[in-house]
């Protein structure tokens, strides 16, 4: 949750064991060597994200089914479990012969 903070008080010269300091002050029992790991797999994470978004960018797009207006229709009143898709309840009192 911290960690563009904490890149950018690296980038600001302060060093992962004054960011771990500062942050145990605070109440997070954190050391470095964790705070250190904890970032690595962010940075893996993001990297990972960003090539599978290229491997993505270079597949062809996915086709498109497209729904005739008869179709969208008949989506719109019955989902798959046979009851109305858009449909709403009126909530009934409760009633003491169960």
Do not use: C, W
Request: charged share 30%; proline share 5%.
């Amino acid at each position: 949750m911290l960690a563009k903070e904490i890149v950018a008080l690296q980038k600001r010269g302060y060093t992962l064991e004054q960011i771990a300091e500062t942050l145990r002050g605070e109440g997070l029992a954190i050391s470095t060597p964790t705070l250190k790991s904890y970032l690595q797999r962010i940075k893996l994470g993001k990297n990972k994200l960003q090539s599978g978004a290229k491997k993505d960018a270079q597949k062809s797009p996915p086709a498109r089914i497209t729904l005739d207006d008869k179709q969208q229709q008949d989506r719109l009143q019955m989902d798959g479990l046979g009851t109305l898709a858009n449909a709403s309840f009126t909530p009934k009192p409760d009633t003491d012969d169960i």
